[in-house]
Structures are given as C-alpha cells and as structure tokens.
C-alpha cells in the first residue's frame, strides 16, 4: 500500500516552453502533497505543500507564478515549470500524506528528471 | 532552506561491517524518519520515530529518536552491498496548519564486497 507514481520519469525540454508533472496516489487518498527539488548530490529542499481544493503553500524563495501547483483531486496533484530555464533543471520528486496517519507519514514518488536546454 | 545536520557525510565499509549514522538538530521535532534513496528514485521510508526516547527495529536496521528531541540515529547490522545508497534523516514538524519534513544532509553509504 501507499504507493505514489509520477510521471513523466524524464523529461527534456526547449528554453522557455513549460512541463507539466503529475503526481498521483495510487492506492490512498492523498489529503496533502508536496513538491520536492533535489539538485546533484544535495538533499531535497521543499518547494510547496498543497492540501486538496485549496491553493498550495509555497516555501521562501519559491517563486508561485513559476512553479505552478494544482491538487484538484485526492489523488492526483500536478506541478507545471513554466518558462522553463537551464537553471530549473532538476530532479523534482512529490509525496503525500493522509488524514488517515494523521499525518505522520509521507510516502515518495520515484521523482521527475527534468532537463531545460 | 533549513536542513537537518547529518553525519557522517559519507562512509565506505566493508560487507558484514555495522554502520551508524545521527542526525542532529538545534531545534525540536515531533517525528524523525529514516529514508534511503537509490540512484535516480525517490526515498523509501525505513523507520518512523514518534515519542522521544523510542527505539524502533525493522530487521537489520534500528533507530531512536533522542530523548531531547533534537537528535536521532541509524543503525546497520551486517552491512550487505544492497545497502548502498543515500539515507537521509527527516524532522517533522506542524508548520502553518501542515506537518512538513526537514531533510538532513544525507549519508552516502558504499559497501564493499
């Protein structure tokens, strides 16, 4: 059980087009996610949380308009780069939580690769 | 962003060796967890840690949650090459309404045959 799944896995794309990410609660519903960045060799830095039918809370720094993030149902939140720069390349990775555990747990998806030429 | 302090940052060990690993804090958390992560995958939980002072097992690895609340660690028995990887510590606390994680700086652990 708890299994999270995104896709795509990688993804490469053009300076200044966008990507979306989803991220989907395969067997569980997922109350809240979270949107990870992980550059090489780093640990993974929060990006936002986003609880299902509200709008996402973005940590410091984080720019909203850029990374736009979308909970519209239980079990699936997507992630949109827009205007994408080599600087955005990164491995983004989403988990979620549920009410269920109180909250305690969050389980990972295997991560997004993306690469901006 | 805020990060969690672990050590140490990386370890090469021999196969059947033990391997322990902390990660500290300079403030409290409610929860502390244990992931590893494989190249290119997202973390996979190992051990959840819910009151201070608990000391939990999940086969070869076992972990506490320190009794100040700021501190906990990893251990591994008998090292295989399958535990190779990165293992991070994570500190959960409620923030805003939101229980959120602070990830540690990671451990990369290399076992050799």
């Known amino acids: 059980g708890a299994v999270v799944s995104q896709h795509p896995s990688r993804v490469i794309c053009k300076s200044g087009t966008s990507v979306k990410i989803e991220c989907r609660s395969l067997?569980?519903?997922?109350?809240?996610m979270f949107w990870y960045r992980q550059f090489p060799k780093q640990s993974l830095m929060l990006m936002a949380t986003?609880?299902?039918?509200?709008?996402?809370?973005?940590e410091q720094g984080v720019e909203k308009d850029k990374f736009l993030i979308n909970h519209a149902s239980l079990t699936l939140s997507t992630l949109t780069v827009t205007s994408a720069h080599p600087e955005d390349s990164s491995f983004y990775i989403c988990?979620?939580?549920?009410?269920?555990?109180?909250?305690?747990?969050?389980?990972f998806g295997p991560g997004t690769r993306l690469t901006v030429l | 962003g805020q990060q969690l302090n672990q050590s140490p940052q990386s370890m090469f060990i021999q196969e059947g060796e033990d391997v322990s690993m902390n990660c500290t804090s300079s403030?409290?958390?409610?929860?502390w967890l244990w992931y590893k992560q494989d190249p290119g995958e997202g973390p996979v939980l190992l051990i959840a840690?819910?009151?201070?002072?608990e000391l939990t097992s999940n086969g070869r690895l076992t972990a506490q949650f320190g009794i100040t609340r700021k501190d906990s660690f990893l251990n591994i028995s008998a090292s295989i090459p399958s535990d190779v990887g990165i293992y991070f510590c994570?500190?959960?606390?409620?923030?805003?309404?939101?229980?959120?994680?602070?990830f540690g700086t990671g451990t990369r652990l290399k076992v050799l045959a």
């Open positions: 988990s979620a939580s549920s009410v269920e555990w109180g909250y305690n747990e969050q389980f």
């Open positions: 067997d569980f519903q997922a109350t809240t």
């Open positions: 986003s609880n299902e039918g509200s709008k996402a809370t973005y």
């Open positions: 403030s409290i958390f409610n929860t």
């Open positions: 840690l819910y009151k201070a002072g």
């Open positions: 994570a500190g959960q606390r409620r923030s805003s309404g939101t229980y959120k994680y602070i």
